[in-house]
């Protein structure tokens, strides 16, 4: 994994300067490499963790809110040998602004989550933890965490007693519709810091790449946490 902001990679988002029309803006150049560079990172680090396996989930990140435009992971590539060059440029309208990969499907809710919050990352992971809860709980339509020291690796949170909702949707194909469903949710629930999908997986986001890894952490540790209690309470 390149990590360095080298001739190469400017030479690699080539298509990006011609498209964008940014030729000599250095900053929005670099910006784009090192946001690469950060989602090439939590990739290989979310991997070794098994949250990403079989090519599953994407990674995001925001070059610009105004026009929008993502830094997001192309889509069937192994995320635990991600290079900047497999992080891809699109618009709000998933057009494929920069890079040589596709889009995944569920690019569709990071667009959704970035227009409505106005974030600066958004992670999705594939967990066998996530997967199991989110299923044993879309009857709940979600699951309340309460009571652990490790709540306070969610922004604003300053103490153990804090009482944190992850709402379920029920898992889909039609991105679209999700997307739609996932506006709805956000506007219900203000103050949420991820939401799952039914034996799907995590969604969560953050300000930058590095508060949103810092909430990939802290939520899978709290799911998997809750989970093995709750698999003890089963025995
Ligand atoms: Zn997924």
Not at 49 to 71: D, E
Not at 210 to 229: M, S
Request: proline content about 2%; overall charge negative.
């Amino acid at each position: 994994m390149k990590v360095a902001i080298g001739q190469s990679q400017v030479t690699s988002h080539g298509g990006l300067e011609l498209e964008l029309g940014i030729n000599g803006n250095q900053r929005l150049k670099e910006r784009t490499l090192m946001l690469s560079s950060e989602i090439a990172q939590a990739g290989e680090s979310f991997y070794s963790h098994g949250w990403l396996f079989g090519t599953s989930g994407n990674l995001s990140a925001v070059i610009s809110h105004k026009p929008m435009l993502l830094a997001i992971t192309g889509s069937g590539l192994d995320k635990g040998h991600l290079s900047s060059e497999q992080v891809i440029v699109i618009d709000e309208g998933m057009k494929v602004i920069g890079g040589e990969y596709k889009p995944s499907a569920e690019t569709a809710l990071h667009i959704a989550l970035v227009s409505e919050l106005s974030c600066g990352a958004v992670f999705h992971t594939h967990s066998v933890w996530s997967t199991i809860i989110s299923q044993v709980h879309e009857k709940d339509s979600g699951i309340w965490i309460e009571g652990f020291e490790m709540l306070k690796a969610l922004n604003g949170v300053k103490s153990h007693e804090h009482r944190e909702w992850i709402p379920i949707l029920k898992n889909s194909q039609d991105m679209n519709a999700l997307a739609g469903e996932l506006k709805v949710l956000l506007k219900e629930n203000p103050n949420i810091h991820g939401f799952m999908l039914s034996g799907h997986g995590l969604y969560t986001w953050g300000r930058d790449p590095q508060e949103a890894k810092r909430h990939v952490e802290g939520l899978e540790f709290l799911l998997e946490v809750q989970g093995r209690i709750d698999s003890l309470k089963v025995m």
